[in-house]
């Protein structure tokens, strides 16, 4: 597996990553732990290094999951954690309840180092900017944290420009993670060029679209009723119909390349900027394995410009989330 750099702070991880969310929480039911586990450790062993968690997505079991899965493979991998909800066992509050005063972050540190069975946190995101916090105070607070040799790097999530510019005169970030894909591209219009300016990397989650854009379901796909896609704008049959030329597009490359839409999908992601790492969710091997070979294609000039020109076309229908958790992005 190649590796990339995130900016300028040295922190090297592999080209792609593995976002854990799904394999305990918000596409339907929770996958079999112990799989779960062995599917962590398959990725290892394929030359993944970099896994993202958070202490909201369950809550708490993901990164018990996580820290389970990479316990005896700890010194080989980075792991990305992340702070700033109230964790609440009610799903309709969960994503509104948000804390990021300093004497919770240092809670949360500490209680995220015992879930992942480690004695530092690689990297530790702000999950969603907390209106009521200066950033000042929140990247004053990971600072110490890192003073203290629990946390390594510090990052944001869907956070907005100025944000980033004011918490990284505090704290250097090392990565903003940000949803970016195909279908998602706001982040190209200030934020990357400002994260170039800064020499900060980008992570890109939901870099398939939330499954969509692996060609592998239509306006007919049901989903069960504990999917989070349900209540996406995105995700309605109407939008899937429409949305589906993006993905045509995908397999018409994929079709010439030898390659799958998604392997298309997270070259076109590799292809953007050497500084930007793709975290694609999974619970299967197979897909895992489809995933990682978006590595080894090579996406020319040509083919680059064929796929913005017939993606610029394409008019994506439906918000990526409902306005109340929109609302929570790019503050």
């Known amino acids: 597996m190649k590796k990339r750099k995130l900016g300028k702070s040295n922190l090297e991880v592999s080209a792609i990553g593995l976002g854990c969310m799904g394999m305990t929480f918000a596409y339907g039911p929770p996958g079999d732990k112990q799989e779960m586990i062995s599917l962590i450790r398959s990725a290892v ?13 369950g809550p708490f079991t ?42 919770h972050i240092k809670q949360v540190a500490e209680a995220s180092l015992k879930r992942l069975r480690t004695d530092v946190i690689d990297l530790f995101y702000q999950h969603r900017v907390d209106p009521d916090v200066p950033i000042e105070d929140v990247a004053g607070a990971v600072k110490e944290l890192i003073d203290q040799g629990k946390v ?13 510019r004011r918490a990284h005169a505090v704290q250097p970030v090392t990565a903003v993670q940000n949803e970016y894909s195909l279908w998602f ?17 980008f992570v890109p989650y939901s870099p398939l679209g939330r499954g969509f854009l692996t060609g592998k379901m239509n306006e007919n796909t049901t989903f069960d009723s504990s999917d ?5 704008p995105r995700f309605t049959p ?38 930007i790492v793709p975290i694609p969710g999974t619970t299967k091997l197979r897909r895992l394995e489809e995933n990682l070979g978006a590595a080894e294609i090579e996406l020319t000039a040509d083919d680059l410009r064929e796929i913005e020109s017939a993606a610029s076309k394409i008019k994506v229908k439906g918000a990526r989330y409902p306005e109340r958790l929109e609302q929570m992005a790019g503050r």
């Open 45 to 57: 062993e394929r030359g993944v290094t970099f896994f993202d968690t958070a202490e909201v997505y």
């Open 62 to 103: 993901n990164e018990e999951l996580v820290g389970e899965g990479l316990a005896p493979l700890r010194k080989q991998v980075v792991i990305a954690t992340k702070f700033g909800f109230k964790p609440d066992s009610k799903p309709e509050t969960r994503w509104s309840n948000l804390d990021s005063r300093p004497e």
């Open 152 to 164: 390594k790097h510090f990052g944001l999530s869907e956070a907005g420009v100025q944000t980033i």
């Open 185 to 201: 591209r706001d982040p190209e219009k200030e934020l990357l060029p400002a994260l170039e300016e800064l020499g900060i990397g």
């Open 228 to 232: 989070f896609r349900n209540m996406l």
């Open 238 to 275: 109407e939008a899937r119909k429409t949305n589906q030329a993006l993905v045509d597009l995908l397999g018409e490359i994929a079709k010439r390349k030898k390659a799958t839409p998604a392997r298309i999908a997270l070259a076109w992601l590799l292809a953007q900027k050497p500084w």
